[in-house]
């Protein structure tokens, strides 16, 4: 599948299930708290005032932003679905999103004190990621931070239907072994990797659920 193919199937799919996917995963993160640590572990690091923007890369309705902004940190949004972000900025009027492409981020480099992909990669051919990686770096400022979670596996799933639509959508499980080396090959150094099992809200459609935090070197380094 080409880079703008894969593209517009992805925007459609969330176009279409903006308002339900919003509904449904409202809450999620409060049963999850293996997943809550690792936001907060990253915003830790990236939540003092000269630490500049955090940028939710792939931020859909916004849930994962604004968890980031209770943790005190400056967090923006930005999603390739005009109809999530619109629910977006209804759900969370004081913070800002935009739409964008994680393969061309509109963005200056360097102009970011830390980036985070939740799940955003999952529609992501695997030839792809580099280019998303690369961006990442790019927009990073040095000693900037990445935190990513992904689905555990070595396989592309379609989904014909989710959230109660008929949609058509490809969902990429990853080796984190590949995930590593490939943030490696885009100059960035994982810091921590966390691996959990599915939880019994998952089960059986899901596997294993993977967290990685990242940093970009200083440039004395």
Known sequence: MTESAYLHATQVAYDTVAVDYAELLRDELDTKPLDR???????EYVRAPEAG????LGCGPGRVTAHLQSL???AFGIDLSPKMIAVARRSYPDLRFEEGSMTALDLADEAVGGAVAWYSTVH???EVLPTVFAEIH???????????AFKVGDE?????????HEISLDVYWMPPERIAELLGSAGLVLDAQLIR???ESERPRSGR????LAHKPDKSS
């Open 37 to 43: 640590a690792m936001l907060a572990a990253f915003a």
């Open 53 to 56: 923007e955090v940028a939710d």
């Open 72 to 74: 005190g940190v400056n």
């Open 124 to 126: 992501t051919p695997p």
């Open 138 to 148: 790019r927009v990073l400022a040095p000693g900037g931070r990445f935190l990513i």
């Open 156 to 164: 592309r799933r379609h989904l014909p239907r989710g959230y109660g």
């Open 197 to 199: 099992e599915p939880d």
């Open 209 to 212: 659920q993977a967290f990685f």
